[in-house]
């Protein structure tokens, strides 16, 4: 079982940053992938990024590429979302995942999901 707490969420103004972190519970986190997606209003929940179990791969959402960065410390049991050159349209509830397999995060199909963090970005 595997519970995950997001925080670092709040309101930037466009070009700011922000960085989210998951607090995972569980002695399995350093076995499991871990994602970041974000759901804005009226719009479906979208990927935005996916680290492997180790933190040696990293995928990322076209739209985020170049400004997020997603890491981990397996040590802490927590994953981090770093976001730089923040836009409008990153204004949404930002959600973490975890599963034991990468692919299936990516398909936002992972076991267990957070409860959420809202990042609003005003222009």
């Known amino acids: 079982q595997v519970q995950l707490v997001e925080s670092g969420g709040g309101l930037v103004q466009a070009g700011g940053s922000l960085r989210l972190s998951c607090a995972a519970s569980?002695?399995?986190?350093?076995?499991?992938?871990m994602g970041w997606f974000r759901q804005a209003p009226g719009k479906e929940r979208e990927f935005v990024a996916v680290?492997?179990?180790?933190?040696?791969?990293?995928y990322y959402a076209d739209s985020v590429k170049g400004r997020f960065t997603i890491s981990r410390d397996n040590a802490k049991n927590t994953v981090y979302l770093q976001m730089n050159s923040l836009k409008p349209d990153d204004t949404a509830v930002y959600y973490c995942?975890?599963?034991?397999?990468?692919?299936?995060?990516?398909?936002?199909?992972?076991?267990?999901w957070g409860q959420g963090t809202q990042v609003t970005v005003s222009s």
């Open positions: 995942a975890a599963d034991p397999t990468l692919i299936t995060v990516v398909a936002a199909t992972p076991g267990y």
């Open positions: 569980g002695r399995t986190f350093s076995s499991y992938a």
């Open positions: 680290i492997s179990w180790s933190g040696g791969t990293t």
